[in-house]
T-cell receptor, first 113, second 116 residues
Framework: QKEVEQNSGPLSVPEGAIASLNCTYS??????FFWYRQYSGKSPELIMS????GDKEDGRFTAQLNKASQYVSLLIRDSQPSDSATYLC?????????????FGKGTKLSVKP | EPEVTQTPSHQVTQMGQEVILRCVPI?????FYWYRQILGQKVEFLVS????????KSEIFDDQFSVERPDGSNFTLKIRSTKLEDSAMYFC??????????????FGQGTRLTVV
């Protein structure tokens, strides 16, 4: 059974701080990794994708991937109250077909003004 | 900005009734998906669709479920005989490709299905 694990939180950080969100996955054959943001009652919104080991930066967001450790993380710099949401880690295999997304349960982030 | 659109936003149905959830994927995308999220739980994959056929499906996607692309724009999910446990948020998603850098999946706003 392919699993994606995340700490459910809540993770509480003060405004302006760095929020660090972590995710581990079980399928060593996974090739594509995504972070989605989900506000309560809304749909997942893609914020970052990463495909190779190392860091990928986009504005205030940095995704980090370590395939040897089967670990993905998301850093949010200068956190804002509007960043308060549940962050979903999603992993896609690269099997015979295109593979589906396997989601973690999500980490709830709360940014306090 | 192109987006995936879903209708209706909320559907209430009686147990045993058939429902059809509708989606219009992003126009240049080739891969289409249905996911569901039961309240308070994780997003779960149901089915993927490419080149007018199902390419993958999960254990959840049993004989009660079917998908169709009836025309060049719509993508539908049908549940033949709804059960109470089918109550969930159903998300349609689409991606340009199935793998690699173009595999980013974009989600619609969801249809909340309530079975009573």
């Amino acid at each position: 059974q392919k699993e994606v694990e995340q700490n459910s939180g809540p993770l509480s950080v003060p405004e302006g701080a760095i929020a660090s969100l972590n995710c581990t996955y079980s399928d060593r054959g996974s090739q594509s990794f995504f972070w989605y943001r989900q506000y309560s009652g809304k749909s997942p919104e893609l914020i970052m994708s990463i495909y190779s080991n190392g860091d990928k930066e986009d504005g205030r967001f940095t995704a980090q991937l370590n395939k040897a450790s089967q670990y993905v993380s998301l850093l949010i710099r200068d956190s804002q109250p509007s960043d308060s949401a549940t962050y979903l880690c999603a992993v896609k295999g690269d099997g015979g077909s295109q593979g589906n997304l396997i989601f973690g349960k999500g980490t709830k982030l709360s940014v306090k003004p | 900005e192109p987006e995936v659109t879903q209708t209706p936003s909320h559907q209430v149905t009686q147990m045993g009734q058939e429902v059809i959830l509708r989606c219009v994927p992003i126009s240049n995308h080739l891969y289409f998906y249905w996911y569901r999220q039961i309240l308070g739980q994780k997003v779960e994959f149901l089915v993927s669709f490419y080149n007018n056929e199902i390419s993958e499906k999960s254990e959840i996607f049993d004989d009660q479920f079917s998908v169709e692309r009836p025309d060049g724009s719509n993508f539908t999910l049908k549940i033949r005989s709804t059960k109470l446990e089918d109550s969930a948020m159903y998300f349609c998603a689409s991606s340009e490709r199935g793998r690699g850098v173009w595999a980013e999946a974009f989600f619609g706003q969801g249809t909340r299905l309530t079975v009573v």
